[in-house]
């Protein structure tokens, strides 16, 4: 929906809500005013009826389907909270739900027959238009239902108490509760009920057969949290019968803490309340306004998905001569914004919470102690934790300590105001934050808050001290307004400085004004004496492969980086030689360790893996040598990424979880480094076959995708993904895309072919094979080597190859087979071959991946080799070297964690674990743990799916014995496992073997895994 207008209300036409409140049926103690509903009795007090129903919807109203489905899906529990900050179409959202529930009831007559909307899933074809998941509603002409709920409303105003609340949920109450006969009300009491009256009101709605469903709308601002009362107890004690839709900013007083605990509570929040793309473009649409897709994105980006804001937007953009250029400039400045700002959201906040905002705008994110040291406060840490909690104004990261940011409109109307503070207040301000972020590792920070603050001597001292962590290695957003420079004579003074100025634009990525300074800083160097001249050369030659990296050259930065290793220090047995604060040797290692980064990234980024995986170890090594966290986080993060991509699970996992407890990590920084990290996590959460923590990983490493070989790595993973899921159209795209991307890295050849053979093994699942082998046709022949002699072909090519090159599904060129080619495209077509029904032609072109060359293959194309070369060892009748190979296949499986080239392989290598299993392994565990995983379809599990086969299911306890009776324990072994006594296991056994028809331990064994039950 859109946002609300300033206020979050608009003029209500009471007439009209009058109309619709004596369409229901009013108790007969309620007589109607034309205006309002006076309740008769001893309360006395009259009641709005516009409290009583939503408002009229602001227009153009856009639909959100989504979240509509989210409400009626949420209606099947107690509670469903719709909670965040003003301005984000809570009213909005809440009104148009009810008013779209009332319509689908509309054939009653009556507003909130059912809360269920017709547009949060258009017309079905397996029930009513706007029937909801939970049964809740019918669309206009269906019967009502005896279970969906009937619906009230209640909108809660500043000032309310626990009587005058009360007062209005007894009216929605009674209205909610109308019998359908001549049967008395329920005993809803006018004021806050007695314990007695409550019990008994909670009896009459638990024995009603309908729930009843109450909507309350600003819940927030009802301050004592004993009005509340009466209210937590029906939740307590209806039977659920009672449910309640909030509507509410933060500081709550509902329990919420123990309804989320208790799994009660379905939360709707900003991130959920933010628009998507689709629904800015739908809502500048509503408004008539035509902007580009790029305006539309930058529009979501400016706003967050701010529904007030967004509405602001199309509003002004209605008389824009250029809605493009407007939206590219739209921000937190814009007068209809601010004004809102100012008037719902900061003037709702205590002075003092309104002061850590404002001095904290000086940082672009915040922890407790740096708002401590900006605001000279011990408390400052709670004020934040208090502005971000749930539905709260500020966002929160997952760090210890948590770090904390604004929305960015918020973030320019607090820097609008930060402009107008005294210059000295504004300067200390700085200098603070340049102290905090200096002592707390994040020496960037530190530069560009000294610069800003004008203190050129702590700058031009943070530099020379910490110039390897102020090299920018991922783009960063460039602050708003770069730091005023110095005075030229400050530069002649001190060159350094003009160095650090030049390091500060060059993280901002102005690559002009840097290379500017540098000429500057370099000119003004050429007096400065022999061991102070020495150092100044490497930090300049060090900020001249930085303007090298920036440019893109890869020839520029391979030369720039040889520059920079010239100037390593000689040998000092002093660790403080002049010119050297830190000693030759760290400066050494500083040296080595940019240098190297420099080059892996640049290696990195032609595609050239292995060269890339060396630099990084070696200058990660360097990084950790010389101290110097943020270059190891860069180092550690991709270096991560390649042993993934490797196979080498777990020395990726050690990289990548170091990485991300990295301080430099935290507080939104260096969010491409961190990326990284998430990548590698889901490639070995990939390869463990653990899906649902690979998506949440993978969906985290969307910075580190905008190189298109990290892409490509990106991409092989989601197509899998995709491929397990069943999506095999959308793997396509991904992997197509990714391969577009790497046309013009030659030295990517490794990672192009491996995105080929996983597009071949796609196309062959859905069952194309001619497609998928003609897309290998050409690579394999383009990469096959000289033919080898038979004796050098793997076991099952050797065996076949005859056969393969004289029948008609070998290659016509038999002078290069196609086990020649490069591993993942020959591993690739070995699997459509055999699942195209030729094991001959399969075997012919699968590689020997037990040579000595196959070792410096990446271990999941090895493994995938292993595990076809089993399966057609089996299918030719060779059993025995089927176990033999599956063994070596579980070796280098095992200590890397790999599952996936067994449980998401050929249906028939379930068959060849089971047997493996029998026959005798050292990996008995593993394989177990295999068999159950292998080819299990993540929406039934397999003891489940045998459980159906079966006249009587096993028990929990049989299942765990039958999974015991794989091995070779006895019986009193397997008590002994348990802690249950012999006599206990036999019968459970007995019961087994009766259960599955079974008269012994192995036929018991088959049959359940026949069944799937193991």
Excluded at 532 to 557: C, H, K, Y
Excluded at 883 to 900: K, V, Y
């Amino acid at each position: 929906m859109n946002g609300p207008a300033p206020g979050n209300r608009r003029p209500r036409d009471l007439g009209e809500w009058t109309r619709r409140w004596r369409a229901g049926r009013m108790p007969e103690h309620v007589r109607d005013t034309g205006v309002v509903a006076v309740a008769d009795g001893s309360a006395g007090a009259p009641l709005l009826a516009s409290r009583l129903c939503p408002a009229p919807p602001l227009e153009p109203l856009v639909l959100r389907p989504r979240l509509l489905r989210a409400l009626d899906e949420g209606t099947a529990g107690p509670v469903t909270l719709v909670r965040a900050p003003a301005g984000w179409g809570k009213t909005t959202l809440l009104a148009s739900w009810f008013r779209a529930a009332g319509e689908a009831g509309a054939h009653r007559g009556r507003v909130g027959e059912g809360p269920v909307t017709a547009a949060a899933e258009g017309a079905r074809d397996d029930g009513p238009a706007g029937a909801a998941p939970g049964d809740f509603g019918a669309a206009a002409g269906a019967p009502a239902r005896p279970g969906r709920p009937r619906a009230a409303w209640v909108s809660v105003e500043a000032g309310d108490d626990g009587n005058r609340l009360w007062a209005y949920l007894a009216a929605a109450l009674r209205a909610a509760t109308a019998p359908a006969d001549d049967a008395p009300y329920p005993p809803v009491p006018d004021r806050p009920p007695r314990p007695d009256q409550l019990e008994v009101l909670a009896a009459a709605l638990a024995a009603r057969e309908r729930p009843v469903l109450l909507v309350l709308d600003d819940l927030h601002r009802i301050t004592d949290p004993a009005a509340l009362t009466g209210l937590e107890f029906l939740l307590r004690h209806a039977e659920q019968r009672l449910r309640l839709v909030v509507g509410a900013r933060a500081g709550m007083p509902l329990a919420v803490h123990r309804l989320r605990l208790a799994g009660e509570l379905t939360e709707i929040g900003p991130d959920e309340l933010a628009f998507t793309g689709d629904e800015v473009a739908d809502l500048l649409t509503a408004h008539a306004v035509a902007l580009p897709a790029a305006g539309v994105r930058r529009l979501r980006e400016r706003t967050g998905g701010w529904p007030a804001a967004l509405r602001f937007a199309a509003l002004a953009l209605r008389d824009q001569p250029d809605p493009a250029r407007w939206a590219e400039q739209f921000g937190g400045d814009q007068p209809d914004v601010a004004g809102y700002l100012r008037e719902e959201v900061l003037a709702g906040l205590d002075p003092d919470a309104r002061d850590v905002l404002r001095r904290s705008a000086v940082a672009d994110a915040v922890c407790a102690g740096l708002a401590d040291a900006l605001t000279g406060r011990t408390d400052a840490g709670q004020t934040l934790a208090g502005l971000a909690g749930d539905g709260g104004l500020l966002r929160r990261d997952d760090s210890r300590p948590p770090w904390y940011r604004c929305p960015e409109l918020l973030t320019d109307l607090l820097h609008a105001e930060l402009g107008r503070l005294p210059a000295d207040e504004l300067r200390d301000l700085h200098l603070r934050a340049a102290d905090w972020y200096a002592d707390n590792g994040r020496p960037a920070d530190g530069l560009r808050h000294a610069l800003a603050g004008g203190d050129h001597g702590r700058a031009a001292a943070l530099f020379v001290s910490r110039w390897p962590e102020l090299i920018p290695y991922d783009r960063e957003t460039p602050a708003d307004r770069p730091p005023a420079p110095p005075p030229p004579e400050a530069v002649r003074r001190d060159p350094e400085l003009g160095l650090a100025c030049a390091a500060e634009r060059a993280r901002a990525g102005d690559a002009t004004a840097a290379a500017g300074h540098l000429r500057d800083a370099v000119e003004a160097a050429r007096t400065l004496p022999a061991p102070r001249r020495d150092r100044f050369r490497r930090l300049a030659t060090a900020l001249e492969l930085t303007l090298a990296r920036l440019s893109g050259d890869p020839g520029a930065v391979r030369a720039a980086a040889a520059r920079l290793l010239a100037t390593r220090p000689a040998p000092s047995p002093s660790p403080g030689a002049p010119g050297e604060p830190r000693g030759a040797a760290a400066e050494d290692a500083d040296v080595r360790a940019v240098a190297g980064t420099a080059l892996g990234l640049t290696d990195l980024a032609d595609g050239d893996l292995p060269g890339a995986a060396l630099a990084f170890t070696r200058a990660l090594s360097a990084a950790r040598e010389a101290g110097r966290p943020r270059t190891e986080l860069v180092c550690a993060s991709r270096a991560a990424v390649l042993h993934a991509v490797r196979g080498e699970l777990r020395a990726a996992e050690t990289l990548a979880r170091d990485a991300l407890a990295m301080p430099p990590c935290h507080g939104w920084s260096c969010r491409e480094d961190c990326a990284h990290a998430y990548l590698a996590l889901a490639l070995v959460a990939l390869h463990r076959d653990q899906p649902e923590e690979a998506e949440a990983n993978l969906a985290l490493a969307g910075p580190a995708t905008g190189e298109p070989v990290v892409g490509a790595v990106a991409a092989l993973c989601r197509a899998y993904l995709l491929r397990d899921a069943g999506d095999l159209p959308e793997g396509y795209r991904a992997l197509a895309e990714a391969r577009e991307r790497l046309t013009d890295r030659p030295r990517a050849g490794e990672l192009a072919h491996w995105l080929l053979a996983v597009e071949a093994d796609l196309r062959a699942a859905r069952g194309d094979l001619t497609a998928a082998r003609d897309l290998l046709a050409d690579p394999v022949r383009d990469t096959a080597t000289p033919p080898p002699s038979v004796a050098a072909l793997s076991p099952a090519a050797a065996l076949s190859s005859a056969a393969a090159l004289s029948s008609a599904a070998a290659p016509s060129s038999a002078a290069v087979p196609p086990s020649a080619a490069a591993p993942p495209l020959a591993v690739a077509l070995a699997r459509v071959e055999l699942r195209a029904g030729d094991p001959r032609a399969a075997g012919y072109a699968l590689p020997d991946w037990e040579s000595p060359e196959a070792a410096g293959w990446p271990l999941p194309v090895r493994l995938d080799a292993a595990v076809l070369d089993a399966v057609l060892a089996r299918r030719a009748g060779d059993d025995r070297r089927a176990g033999r190979l599956l063994e070596r296949a579980l070796d280098l499986a095992g200590p890397e964690g790999f599952r996936r080239p067994f449980t998401r392989a050929e249906p028939e290598v379930r068959d060849l674990l089971a047997a493996h299993l029998d026959a005798g392994t050292a990996h008995w565990p593993t394989v177990s743990d295999l068999i159950r995983g292998a080819d299990a379809p993540p929406e039934r599990a397999p003891a489940e799916r045998g459980a159906a086969a079966l006249d009587e299911p096993l028990t929990e306890r049989e299942l765990t014995i039958l999974r015991y009776l794989q091995s070779i324990l006895s019986n009193v072994e397997i008590a002994a496992e348990l802690s249950l006594s012999v006599n206990t296991v036999k019968t459970h056994v007995r019961n087994i073997y009766r259960k599955l028809d079974a008269t012994r331990r192995r036929e018991a064994v088959r049959r359940a895994r026949d069944l799937h039950l193991i």
